[in-house]
């Protein structure tokens, strides 16, 4: 009888666990698997390209700047397959916070809707990838490297 209560007991024991963990989150927020959402058009000017990503970020997360100093959070970073980028033209203003992880470090935050620009020599179709790495207050996810394909829109 104590053996049968010895293999019992540890069994209910971690069967009670896991319901109670399953059924209260750790966490207010909850985890999206996709919480950035990505799109790109190309408009042609002069003898180039404007191309315009788009980013929409689920409510709760933020992503980093492109511009986010090196030492703390991973920035942005938007690549560009087989083009002559010329350059990043435009980001958004982004949040500026500090906080005890990186002290001393402004942290750029972006949120909601982002939307970057940006010159190129280009054909008529531009494949690249943005990675952002979401995070909310409490928690990060792993990066995320998101593919877009642009076309010309006249």
């Known amino acids: 009888m104590?053996?049968?209560?010895?293999?019992?007991v540890p069994i209910f024991i971690l069967l009670v666990v896991g319901i109670v963990s399953y059924n209260y989150p750790t966490h207010p927020i909850v985890?999206?698997?996709?919480?950035?959402?990505i799109s790109a058009t190309l408009i042609p000017y002069d003898e180039n390209f404007?191309?315009?990503?788009?980013?929409?970020?689920?409510?709760?997360?933020?992503i980093y700047s492109v511009n986010q100093q090196e030492g703390g959070p991973l920035a942005t970073k938007i690549t560009i397959d087989k083009n002559n980028l010329i350059k990043i033209t435009e980001e958004p203003p982004p949040t500026i916070n500090y906080n005890t992880v990186w002290p001393g470090l402004k942290i750029l935050?972006?949120?909601?809707?982002?939307?970057?620009?940006?010159?190129?020599?280009?054909?008529?179709?531009?494949?690249?990838?943005?990675?952002?790495?979401?995070?909310?207050?409490?928690?990060?996810?792993l990066p995320q490297e998101i593919p877009f394909i642009a076309e010309v829109i006249q």
């Open 31 to 37: 985890a999206i698997d996709n919480p950035v959402k």
């Open 50 to 62: 404007k191309l315009i990503i788009e980013t929409e970020i689920a409510n709760g997360y933020h």
């Open 109 to 141: 935050t972006l949120t909601k809707h982002v939307v970057w620009s940006m010159d190129l020599q280009s054909s008529n179709i531009v494949r690249g990838t943005v990675k952002v790495s979401p995070c909310t207050e409490n928690f990060c996810l």
């Open 2 to 8: 104590i053996k049968l209560f010895r293999f019992i």
